[in-house]
């Protein structure tokens, strides 16, 4: 998890993950919204289930405190050393730029791509993040590219080069550059239930503060009870 300034944020993740497989996308919506505390039950449950798979050893290479010391860009190079020094990883679309050159993805290949499982029977749900874009000047230039933007079509450019997974639900997959991509692409498409990461929709207060360093205090081993305690603080910060 480490990150300079932002370590804890792939934390953050894992607890937005199991909040949606746990509990559902109501409970996600709520929780989000600062409906449901992160000292409820289920805010609990979800971190609980974290730890169970984080904090026991030999379910993490080189045990819980190398979640505080690795890099969270550099997690996924144990993985292809020889024998591999882990099996799967949670990690972003961004973690295409870290592959070593020649590794190959894909079913017949040495890596694939793959939603985190779900904690029950049910189709796996997808937590998301993304690039916003937003006009600061009514210029005729600004108000004719947002449009041009939201257009599925003005992304396959982009999607060719590589660094794009579109949001749209008809976008050609064939226009993605990369079987990585592709892959992913049809992971969103296909996802019955999607959610947008959720720190980033709560109050940088909490999102990118308490959040971050809750993460980092439970790993640490501060004991639960105040870990949430302090999270949910953020919210009377004062901050929005």
């Given at each position: 998890?480490?990150?300079?300034?932002?370590?804890?944020?792939?934390?953050?993740?894992?607890?937005?993950?199991?909040?949606?497989?746990?509990?559902?996308?109501?409970v996600?919506?709520?929780?989000?919204?600062?409906?449901?505390?992160?000292?409820?039950?289920?805010?609990?449950?979800?971190?609980?289930?974290f730890?169970?798979?984080?904090l026991?050893?030999?379910?993490?290479?080189?045990g819980?405190?190398?979640?505080?010391?690795?890099?969270?860009?550099?997690e996924?190079?144990?993985?292809?050393?020889?024998?591999?020094?882990?099996?799967?990883?949670?990690?972003?679309?961004?973690?295409?730029?870290?592959?070593?050159?020649?590794?190959?993805?894909?079913?017949?290949?040495?890596?694939?791509?793959?939603?985190?499982?779900?904690?029950?029977?049910?189709?796996?749900?997808?937590?998301?993040?993304?690039?916003?874009?937003?006009?600061?000047?009514?210029?005729?230039?600004?108000?004719k590219?947002?449009?041009?933007?939201?257009?599925?079509?003005?992304?396959?450019?982009?999607?060719?080069?590589?660094?794009?997974?579109?949001?749209?639900?008809?976008?050609?997959?064939?226009?993605?550059?990369?079987?990585?991509?592709?892959?992913?692409?049809?992971?969103?498409?296909?996802?019955?239930?999607?959610?947008?990461?959720?720190?980033?929709l709560?109050?940088?207060?909490?999102?990118?503060?308490?959040?971050?360093?809750?993460?980092?205090?439970?790993?640490?081993?501060?004991?639960?009870?105040?870990?949430?305690?302090?999270?949910?603080?953020?919210?009377?910060?004062?901050?929005?």
């Amino acid at each position: 998890m480490e990150s300079f300034g932002a370590t804890g944020w792939s934390g953050t993740d894992w607890i937005e993950d199991l909040v949606l497989r746990l509990h559902g996308p109501e409970v996600y919506d709520q929780w989000t919204a600062g409906a449901v505390p992160f000292t409820d039950d289920l805010i609990r449950a979800a971190f609980d289930h974290f730890g169970e798979i984080t904090l026991h050893p030999g379910r993490v290479t080189g045990g819980p405190r190398s979640i505080l010391t690795v890099p969270a860009l550099e997690e996924i190079a144990p993985m292809f050393e020889d024998p591999p020094g882990c099996l799967p990883t949670r990690q972003a679309s961004f973690q295409e730029g870290n592959l070593p050159a020649d590794v190959t993805v894909g079913p017949q290949g040495e890596v694939d791509v793959l939603a985190l499982p779900p904690v029950n029977d049910e189709k796996p749900p997808l937590l998301t993040s993304g690039e916003i874009a937003a006009a600061f000047s009514p210029s005729d230039e600004a108000l004719k590219l947002i449009p041009y933007l939201a257009d599925p079509r003005s992304g396959e450019p982009w999607a060719e080069i590589g660094g794009y997974i579109s949001p749209h639900l008809g976008f050609d997959q064939t226009a993605y550059g990369t079987e990585f991509e592709r892959r992913l692409g049809e992971l969103v498409a296909e996802a019955e239930v999607v959610r947008f990461d959720g720190s980033d929709l709560m109050p940088p207060a909490v999102g990118t503060g308490t959040f971050w360093e809750g993460m980092i205090n439970y790993v640490a081993g501060l004991d639960l009870d105040s870990v949430l305690e302090n999270i949910q603080a953020g919210y009377d910060s004062g901050s929005s």
